[in-house]
């Protein structure tokens, strides 16, 4: 899927929680530097901006040089991924997987724009924006 995004000229960000030792560690074991423009680690920034903090959002826009409301954010847990889009118009997405958050409770009950259940049927997603915004 990165690979077709990148083809399309689609810029791609990561913002991710943990120590940030640790997730060094995995960008680096994914090689995820060769394929994703820019990556926050929000750790980085202080564990006080870990998410749901909004911090993490606007270093992120501010390096790739988009708009807030450019931004699909594609998250997995409702704990904290998707309350930025209370704050910001940017779209998020849900992706829905077997495993430790899918019964989690939504922060502050704030819920997704999109649900899915494989990252390819983010193209579909993307596909139906541009067509509402007449790109």
Request: hydrophobic letters at 35%.
């Amino acid at each position: 899927i990165f690979e077709h995004l990148k083809t399309n000229n689609v810029k791609l960000g990561i913002i991710t929680d943990g120590y940030k030792e640790t997730q060094k560690q995995k960008i680096d074991s994914l090689c995820l530097k060769d394929i994703i423009d820019e990556i926050v680690i929000t750790d980085e920034l202080g564990k006080q901006y870990w998410k749901p903090h909004k911090l993490p959002f606007e270093v992120i826009v501010k390096k790739m040089s988009i708009d807030f409301d450019e931004m699909i954010y594609v998250g997995d847990n409702p704990t904290k991924d998707f309350y930025i889009g209370s704050i910001y118009p940017i779209r998020t997405v849900r992706i829905l997987r077997e495993g430790y958050y899918l019964d989690k409770e939504y922060f502050k009950g704030i819920k997704e724009n999109y649900r899915i259940t494989t990252l390819s049927e983010l193209l579909n997603i993307i596909k139906a924006i541009n067509r509402m915004e007449g790109e």
